[in-house]
């Protein structure tokens, strides 16, 4: 494993984390992986499973039969105990449950190690809110990509409404879930959202996503230079 082979792209939702880091992989022909998605697919796995999250040690009972699978590639698959929920895990109200699941620290470290399973000596484009401060902290490469909160439920909508997901749901209520989410996820104990020291800054407020996707290629090139002197 090397994981300074890591290109770690860390955000609140809707900073564009995903199309960048999809985009920045194809530039430089990197491996792709979503965090988000592993913590998504376990949220609503184990909500189906129990009715709800709030029996902690009822959920870390279930990891012990968790088989997760990623098989990357285009179609970004997200497989538990075999049953395929790439699709299903996009639905608004799995946000909450990812969310939700994520402060469990017994959860995060299920992930983490699955994580760790899936870089080997191929460069990786990782996404998440933790990638470049506690998963990856060695990354070649830490970009954290940020935009107000308004454009970035925007965004999160426009996405929603793209996919027939909107299911009734307002711009006024993705942008309140939205900020509920951010404010869980910046406060939790265990690897809050927040920017590493040495990640370079990028808000994507004004800026078109081939802009952002060269700035981070360009960054990458930079720091591959750096380290190789
Ligand atoms: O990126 P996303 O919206 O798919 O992430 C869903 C939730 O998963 C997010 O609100 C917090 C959690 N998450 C996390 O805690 N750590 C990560 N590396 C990725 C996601």
């Given amino acids: 494993m090397n994981f300074s082979q890591v290109i770690a792209i860390d955000g609140p939702s809707g900073s564009g984390k995903s199309t960048i880091a999809r985009l920045v992989a194809q530039k430089v022909s990197a491996i792709y992986v979503d965090t988000g998605a592993m913590f998504r697919a376990l949220g609503y796995f184990c909500h189906q499973e129990l009715g709800s999250l709030s029996a902690t040690d009822q959920v870390i009972n279930i990891l012990d039969r968790v088989k997760i ?18 699709q299903t895990i996009r639905q608004h109200h799995v946000s909450a449950l990812a969310s939700e699941i994520s402060l469990i620290p017994a959860v995060r470290e299920f992930l983490l190690t699955f994580q760790h399973t899936l870089v080997d000596d191929h460069l990786c484009v990782m996404e998440g809110r933790d990638i470049g401060t506690v998963g990856f902290p060695h990354s070649l490469c830490k970009i954290f990509l940020t935009a107000s909160a ?12 793209a996919k027939g997901e909107l299911k009734g749901v307002n711009l006024k209520q993705v942008l309140q879930d939205m900020e509920e989410r ?3 996820d910046s406060h939790r104990v265990e690897a809050p959202l927040r920017r590493a020291e040495d990640a370079k800054l990028i808000d994507s407020e004004n800026m078109s996503i081939e802009q952002v996707s060269d700035m981070v290629v360009e960054y990458y090139r930079q720091r591959v230079k750096e380290t190789s002197r």
């Fill in 69 to 86: 699978e990623y098989p990357g590639g285009d179609q970004r698959l997200i497989l538990i105990n075999g049953e395929d929920l790439t």
């Fill in 182 to 184: 951010d404010h869980r």
């Fill in 150 to 161: 308004e454009v970035r439920a925007q965004r999160r909508y426009n996405q929603l409404e």
